[in-house]
């Protein structure tokens, strides 16, 4: 099959199944799919979709846009719009408490991060809060990039009380090795996961389109005592995680039915 039989209206135009460009946006995300329009390949140019589906070059730059989004099509300045490289997935779990360098490291995954901030401030309200600080505290806030073999997987805003870490420039790799060593090692958390779509400044750490699907996740952990160690802020790109929990049913619950 070539492009044009792929695209002839015939196989995927439905009056009564709505909005042309979206029916023209699933068209074209299933050649994605399928490996039929190929990683790194340019689409056709707008005019020539047009022509081919038989529709308005409005309707083709909606769709195309609509791709862009959600982060499988690049536009690239003068050259046109491409399938966006096949992004493999990581899994991560829920289930253990571990750095993402340990993590990655267990996959034998390179990891590497690009600082964006390293040092002491005042605190905000929400840090303030999540920390137990005073108000005319300082905080040690890290805020980095998280890459994988070279290639940007999340955004980590981590906020720790100076009696935690005085000094945040002693981290260079892993937040937990530092802790390890200065005996502030963390045993559990508490962590909340939304969705969120990428604003302009993460987007563009993360090498996406602004407005691409994210992961927003919000960690808060503990020493065995009670006291709080971190309360991290992470935005991970949707496109290459997955995070898995194990579910064990309880002794209570045997037996009953769902």
Same mark, same amino acid.
């Given at each position: ?45 707008? =005019? ?9 070059? #409005? ?5 195309i846009a609509d791709l862009v989004g959600k982060g499988i099509v690049v536009q690239k300045q003068g050259s046109g719009s491409y399938i966006a490289p096949r992004q493999s ?23 590497? +991060? ?23 505290? =300082? #905080? ?18 981590? +906020? ?10 002693s981290v260079e790799r892993s937040l937990y090795a530092t802790l390890t060593a200065r005996g502030h090692r963390p045993v559990r958390a508490v962590q909340r996961i939304s ?5 302009? =400044? ?5 090498? #996406? ?9 919000? =960690? ?39």
């Amino acid at each position: 099959m070539n492009i044009a039989e792929f695209l002839s209206p015939a196989l995927w135009l439905n009056p009564a199944a709505g909005p042309l460009y979206v029916q023209l946006r699933k068209r074209l995300e299933s050649g994605i799919d399928s490996g039929f329009l190929a990683p790194d390949t340019p689409l056709p140019p707008e =005019r020539e979709i047009a022509a081919l589906t038989d529709t308005s070059r #409005v309707t083709v730059r909606k769709a195309i846009a609509d791709l862009v989004g959600k982060g499988i099509v690049v536009q690239k300045q003068g050259s046109g719009s491409y399938i966006a490289p096949r992004q493999s997935r990581v899994q991560q779990s829920l289930s253990r408490l571990t750095s993402f360098t340990e993590d990655m490291a267990r996959r034998g995954l390179t990891t590497e +991060s690009r600082w964006l901030e390293r040092g002491l401030f005042l605190p905000t309200p929400e840090e303030v809060m999540a920390l137990g600080l005073a108000a005319q505290d =300082r #905080v040690a806030r890290l805020e980095r990039v998280r890459t994988i073999d070279g290639q940007p997987m999340a955004i980590e805003r981590a +906020s720790l009380s100076t009696a935690i870490l005085p000094d945040p420039t002693s981290v260079e790799r892993s937040l937990y090795a530092t802790l390890t060593a200065r005996g502030h090692r963390p045993v559990r958390a508490v962590q909340r996961i939304s969705a969120a779509n990428l604003g302009k =400044r993460d987007a563009e750490l993360l090498h #996406v389109a602004m407005g691409a699907a994210g992961l927003r996740i919000e =960690r808060i952990s503990y020493l065995a005592s009670g006291a709080v160690v971190e309360f991290t802020r992470s935005l991970y790109r949707g496109d290459a995680y997955d995070f898995a929990a194990e579910l064990q049913i309880g002794p209570e619950d045997e037996g009953q039915s769902t």
